[in-house]
């Protein structure tokens, strides 16, 4: 054994580690065979053969034509099917679109000369040519067979999404021939079902997970005067009420908003599109006279924007215009409690000098604005809280008579019976619910 002293390195350099390589690679292929068919193209294929002198891909092409021979030698010798017509008059090679032959189906439901509904190899040309020249195709490469996208979007969420297409289509074209009715108040109610109402019902179904109790008291026809607190920063328990409404009942609780949405470029529009309208007395009368279900937050911009320590403490109803408004209609007044909605933009202060430069009622600051450096955008997107909505029992406006609209302190008195029959409710409520959030 030589002194350890005395060895030295080998350098080899990377040229002569590819020859090496280069020549490993010859010395093991030199002894495979090249397949012996041509290509496409007319040359010489050069992969390696793996049966009788052809490669995996003429060796899987071969093997078709030679049972597509046999069968046309044989036809009647594949799984016992006769050549003759069957009952139904179709013949084993031309069997019908579930694939069944004149003596029966096979247990996968294809025929003996393998035409099924899926368009397997072998499919007749006439029926479908382009499908059957795509399915020889991937059978002379060596693919899986083709898979129909629209029969696999089928099996997984049945026919619900060929109604939904139906229904965008209807859509589209009562839009195009302007077959729909807008009201005299701007409401589109084709827009507001089919479109606006799909897109809020995911926020109200997964998102909040609205549970909603007491829909028994919401008149099912005629005049309806609902009455809920407000909250939250933004208005968002304005909409998903009104949605909880129609998904019950199948009515359109007409919302009453303030001069300050009306004169919001395009949200203004909108509103009115969706079944808004202003809070006045005079609308408010016709709506209800005309047996329309009509929604009002009496707390306005003073419930949305109160601080988080403030939270589900109602604010003041004003001077009670919705009392006299349901007075002078005689319709029910139903009060409503709505859980779940403070917590979604908690308010920790109000930035009064902006809004005032702004023109706004306030300028919320709040939790989510501290994580827009890391989160983005997305930061603001408000908290996944638990709702619930109930709906109180109806109070009677026709044992006070229509006179009652003109006696203050008859209103003052309907209005503080309205406000802490609300607040029992959210009193209540919160004592009974588990977790903000679950």
């Not at 507001?192 to 609205?210: D, E």
């Not at 215009?321 to 139903?334: D, S």
Request: net charge neutral; glycine share 10%.
């Amino acid at each position: 054994m030589s002194d350890p002293a005395e060895r030295h390195a080998e350098v080899i350099s990377f040229a002569e580690q590819r020859a090496a390589r280069s020549a490993r690679s010859q010395d093991a292929s030199a002894g495979r065979q090249r397949c012996s068919e041509t290509t496409a193209g007319g040359r010489s294929c050069r992969n390696y053969a793996v049966a009788d002198g052809r490669c995996r891909l003429h060796a899987a092409q071969h093997g078709d034509e030679h049972r597509s021979d046999a069968r046309d030698e044989h036809p009647s010798a594949d799984h016992g099917t006769t050549a003759g017509p069957d009952a139904s008059g179709s013949s084993a090679s031309g069997s019908s679109a579930s694939g069944s032959s004149a003596s029966g189906s096979s247990a996968s439901g294809s025929s003996a000369s393998g035409s099924s509904a899926s368009g397997a190899p072998g499919a007749d040309p006439q029926g479908d040519p382009a499908r059957a020249r795509v399915e020889r195709e991937a059978s002379r490469r060596g693919w899986a067979p083709v898979v129909d996208a629209l029969g696999a979007l089928r099996d997984v969420t049945g026919d619900r999404w060929i109604d939904h297409v139906r229904a965008g289509a209807s859509f589209l074209r009562r839009r195009l021939t302007g077959d729909y009715q807008i009201d005299e108040f701007g409401f589109d109610a084709d827009l507001t079902t089919n479109v606006v109402m799909p897109l809020i019902r995911p926020l109200h179904r997964h998102y909040w997970r609205v549970s909603s109790q007491g829909v028994e008291h919401v008149p099912p026809e005629g005049g309806g005067l609902i009455v809920a607190n407000h909250a939250g920063t933004l208005p968002a328990d304005a909409v998903i009420p009104r949605l909880d409404v129609f998904d019950r009942t199948g009515r359109h609780a007409r919302e009453l908003g303030a001069d300050l949405v009306f004169r919001t470029p395009v949200v203004g529009e909108f509103a009115r599109k969706t079944g808004a309208t202003l809070a006045s007395n005079r609308d408010a009368d016709r709506l209800l006279l005309q047996g329309e279900l009509v929604a009002v937050w009496p707390e306005g911009f003073k419930g949305i924007g109160k601080p988080w320590r403030d939270r589900y403490k109602l604010q003041r109803f004003g001077r009670g215009g919705f009392v006299a408004t349901a007075l002078r209609t005689q319709v029910p007044i139903v009060p409503t409690a709505i859980v779940g909605s403070e917590e979604i933009y908690p308010m920790l202060y109000d930035l009064r000098i902006l809004a005032r430069v702004l023109g706004l009622p306030y300028f919320p600051v709040v939790p989510q604005m501290f994580a827009l450096p890391v989160l983005g955008p997305f930061a603001l997107l408000p908290l996944p809280s638990k709702w619930l909505i109930e709906y109180g029992e109806p109070i009677d406006t026709t044992e006070y008579g229509p006179d009652a609209a003109d006696d203050p302190m008859a209103v003052f008195d309907l209005t503080d019976r309205v406000r802490d029959t609300i607040q029992d409710m959210l009193h209540r409520n919160l004592l009974g619910r588990r977790s903000v959030f679950l």
